[in-house]
């Protein structure tokens, strides 16, 4: 085939095939999928309204917490109704540009997302281990910073990946084996070396993501050493509280990372259709965990949430 460009005679759209192997997976996800993202919405739009209008959450802690729920929300809403018009409709055509406009946005905001629960973990960390710098050092200051370095980081960083995709030579060929517009999926269509994209995408999302869960996992060991050496009545209780909720969507994040890397260096022994759908669930099962945890182990949320459905009625 003759090398052809984006353009009046090159590919102008991509066709998302998913499931190639196992297609009725379709079918009996479609729902549980719908409910997650119905889920995630609803419950990360009354958390972020309790934070905006109880006066008693506008502190530091709760910020970040709007923060995640924000990039929880676009994450969603970027994968997760293209998915299901492939599995409702069929409608399987994503424009050139789009898809890497898709995959831009799911890159960087999966990095905000784990640079996020990194700025959690020193949160947590000051409150724990230095409670009383803690007011000196956390401070809505702290978090307008935090969150210019958060997006600025991350978009810089992972802007390369999309751009060096878009440039390569197209082939011909536009149907993707995914149900989304990932990196590799996408350039393996292309008749280009793709060995700098692949490495690029490797080194980018291993010094960003692996930095971030290096810091997290060392913040939480000193929290851990620090709640040890606490002889108060009821404190270590009290600060693995504090701090729980944050470790358990943390943990959570983290391993489906792990098992989404692991089925990708094993598959040849894993249906190439795991990986897509783990990919797929992690755009929408944490953003439906986040506010559901938080919510309930954090006693201000629910308190915060009760008031104004008492308002409300």
């Not at 506008?58 to 910020?63: A, L």
């Not at 978009?155 to 517009?181: D, F, K």
């Not at 050493?225 to 693995?240: D, F, P």
């Amino acid at each position: 085939m003759t090398p052809l460009r984006n353009g009046s005679t090159g590919v102008s759209e991509f066709l998302l095939n998913c499931f190639v192997r196992s297609p009725s997976w379709q079918h009996w996800l479609s729902l549980p999928l719908s409910l997650l993202f119905v889920l995630a919405m609803g419950a990360n739009a009354i958390l972020l309204i309790t934070i905006r209008l109880e006066v008693s959450l506008h502190q530091p802690m709760y910020y970040l917490l709007s923060l995640l729920s924000l990039l929880d929300m676009v994450l969603c809403l970027t994968v997760i109704p293209k998915v299901l018009a492939i599995f409702w409709f069929d409608l399987k055509s994503i424009g050139f540009y789009a898809c890497f406009l898709q995959m831009y946005i799911m890159n960087c905001f999966l990095a905000m997302e784990s640079c996020t629960f990194m700025v959690m973990a020193y949160d947590r960390y000051v409150a724990i281990c230095h409670p009383l710098r803690y007011p000196s050092i956390i401070t809505d200051q702290f978090v307008a910073k935090a969150a210019i370095f958060i997006l600025a980081r991350n978009a810089l960083i992972t802007v390369s990946v999309p751009i060096l995709s878009a440039r390569l030579q197209y082939c011909g060929r536009n149907v993707i084996e995914n149900c989304i517009c990932a990196n590799m999926s996408v350039s393996r269509l292309s008749c280009d070396d793709v060995t700098i994209n692949r490495l690029l995408q490797f080194a980018g999302g291993w010094t960003l993501l692996g930095s971030d869960l290096i810091l997290i996992f060392l913040s939480y060991s000193l929290i851990l050493r620090a709640v040890l050496r606490l002889k108060a009545e009821g404190a270590m209780a009290k600060a693995l509280s504090t701090c729980g909720s944050h470790f358990i969507l943390i943990l959570f994040f983290s391993t489906i990372l792990l098992v989404f890397v692991l089925t990708h260096v094993a598959k040849k022994k894993v249906s190439p259709d795991v990986p897509i759908l783990l990919n797929v669930l992690h755009h929408v099962i944490p953003a439906a965990l986040n506010p559901i945890v938080y919510g309930v182990r954090t006693q201000e949320i629910k308190q915060g949430i009760q008031r104004l459905l008492n308002k409300g009625w």
